[in-house]
Nanobody, 131 residues
Framework: LQLVESGGGLVQPGGSLRLSCAAS????????IGWFRQVPGKEREGVAC????????YYPDSLKGRFTISRDDAKNMVYLLINSLNAEDTGVYYC?????????????????????????WGQGTQVTIAS
């Protein structure tokens, strides 16, 4: 499974952005999926994840209300919509997938260390929030 993110760029504070993740090489359907972000000097953190077992979604409490993850299995795509962007949203955003067999919950999927082994990462897309 290969994952390729797109949609990043320079956005003004208060704006919105939709990131896309295109999957190829296998179908996304049996995979839990997630979006992560990383800023220099900090660990990669999960921002939104979907379980493949029941479709449940997890967001960290600090991000609820601004982040929306969705998946279109027919198109093999994953999306992340971010509203009310602020400077703290700056970072590299990564898409990840892991077979649902190995992931019990959406929250577990949002643990970066849980992705490997047996999981997949995209190469990331840079998001910069600045006026």
């Amino acid at each position: 499974l290969q994952l390729v993110e797109s949609g990043g760029g320079l956005v003004q504070p208060g704006g919105s952005l939709r990131l896309s993740c295109a999957a190829s090489g296998a179908t996304l359907t049996p995979h839990a999926i997630g979006w992560f972000r990383q800023v220099p000097g900090k660990e990669r953190e999960g921002v939104a994840c979907i379980s493949s077992r029941d479709g449940s979604i997890y967001y960290p409490d600090s991000l609820k209300g601004r982040f929306t993850i969705s998946r279109d299995d027919a198109k093999n795509m994953v999306y992340l919509l971010i509203n009310s962007l602020n400077a703290e949203d700056t970072g590299v955003y990564y898409c990840a997938a892991k077979a649902g067999l190995f992931i019990d919950t959406a929250r577990e999927m949002c643990i970066a260390d849980a992705i490997s082994p047996m999981g997949y990462w995209g190469q990331g897309t840079q998001v910069t929030i600045a006026s």
